[in-house]
Structure formats: C-alpha cells, structure tokens
C-alpha cells in the first residue's frame, strides 16, 4: 500500500532554474515530513524537513511548501546546480509510531550545465 | 561520514540461502531500522529494533529476522532467498524516539 505518492518520476533543469518535487500523503497520521537526497551507492541523507504546524520552511536554496488541507507537500530547489543532481525521495512518518518512515517513489533530478 | 558503517557493500547469493548483513552505528545511537530498496524505488521499511528489542515491523515475512547488539551494531537475515530479495539495504539509524535518522550507504545484494 503505497501511502506517499511523488511526482514526476524524472526531471531534467537548466543550471540556474528551480527544480520542484510534488508529492502527496493519505495517512493523516503523519507529523512529519522529510527530505532526502540520495547520490548512486550512497544511502539517503536528510536535506530537510517540515512539520504540519507550519506551511513553508527554507534552508539555503531548499524550500518545503506544506498544505495540510490538501495533504500535500513539495521541495522546492532554486539555483539548482549540477551537484544537485541525484535522486530526491519525500518521506511521512507519525512519531507516536516509532518514527517509520513511508518512502515515495523517488524523483530522479538532473541539471544541466 | 554518516557514522553508519554498513558490511559487505556487496554480495552475490544463490536463491535459497541464507545470507546476514551487518551495521555498525554510532554510539548512542540505541534505535536501528532496516529498509529494502529494490531498484529505482523508495525504501520499504523491514523492521526497527530499540534497545534491542524490536518493535516495529513492515509487510515482511518471518524470513527477515534481526538482531541488535549493546555495542550499537545490528544484523540482518534473510533465510531462504528468493531473487526478489535482491535489492539494496540500508540500516538507519537514531538517538531515542526522534525522526532524524541517518543512514548507511547499504548492501547490495544480488540473488542469482
């Protein structure tokens, strides 16, 4: 039962424009929503995150939109660069459950010099 | 470094035995969890061991089985391969109950 759906499956950005990862939850359950970055034979590693309480968080040229309403949430990465071309998985998880993590489908991103 | 040291980073096995991966986590860090990632999908998450007990556990079968150690390592086995075993696996891990997990960079095993 896939309970994070993520969008689009592959996307190709100019150097410079801003990339953005689109994906959407059914559990209402969850309270928190990261981030991760995954390059070829690496492990994934947390680029950030967002709780429900808030609608936007920003750290440097990442951006978490959050809309509770419409359980939905997206990254948002401006500037990209070619270094920020790798693999971007969205993930929920409901603390009070022992911190799981529901994964989407990952979204491959690359950026063009 | 992510402190999440993962052995072997890979390994061929013949469907129908039995194979066990190892983690060493960071100290301190008491929860550990385990996730399947089959090739060009998300983790699937096996299942989570704290203070070593489990207490947690995803849709996999009895034949995926783990254990974790007071020195902060973990293992996991897998009995009776099957070829859609193949796949990547990663060990995560934390201090107590928060979500910021960090991750190894995995082994990728190979069912023929």
């Known amino acids: 039962q896939q309970q994070v759906k993520q969008s689009p499956q592959s996307l190709i950005v100019q150097k410079g424009g801003i990339s953005i990862i689109n994906c959407a939850y059914e559990n209402t359950a969850f309270d928190y929503f990261p981030w991760y970055q995954q390059f070829p034979g690496k492990g994934p590693a947390l680029l950030i995150a967002?709780?429900?309480?808030?609608s936007e968080k920003k750290e440097g040229r990442f951006t978490i939109s959050f809309n509770k309403s419409a359980k939905q949430f997206s990254l948002h990465i401006m500037d990209s660069q070619p270094g920020d071309s790798a693999t971007y998985f969205c993930a929920a998880t409901q603390e009070t459950s022992g911190s799981r993590l529901t994964f989407g489908e990952g979204t491959q991103l690359t950026v063009n010099p | 470094e992510t402190g999440v040291t993962q052995s072997p980073t890979h390994l061929i096995k013949t469907r129908g035995q039995q194979v066990t991966l190892r983690c060493s986590s960071q100290s301190g860090h008491n929860t550990v969890s385990w996730y399947q990632q089959a090739l060009g999908q998300g983790p699937q998450f096996i299942f989570q061991?704290?203070?070593?007990?489990?207490?947690g556990r995803g849709n996999f079968p009895p034949r995926f089985s783990g254990l974790q150690f007071p020195n902060y390592s973990s293992e996991l086995n897998v009995n009776a391969l099957e070829l859609d075993d193949s796949a990547l696996y990663l060990c995560?891990?934390?201090?107590?109950?928060?979500?910021?997990?960090?991750f190894g960079s995995g082994t990728r095993l190979t069912v023929v």
């Open positions: 061991y704290y203070r070593e007990e489990e207490n």
């Open positions: 995560a891990s934390r201090v107590g109950a928060g979500p910021g997990y960090t």
């Open positions: 967002i709780r429900p309480d808030v």
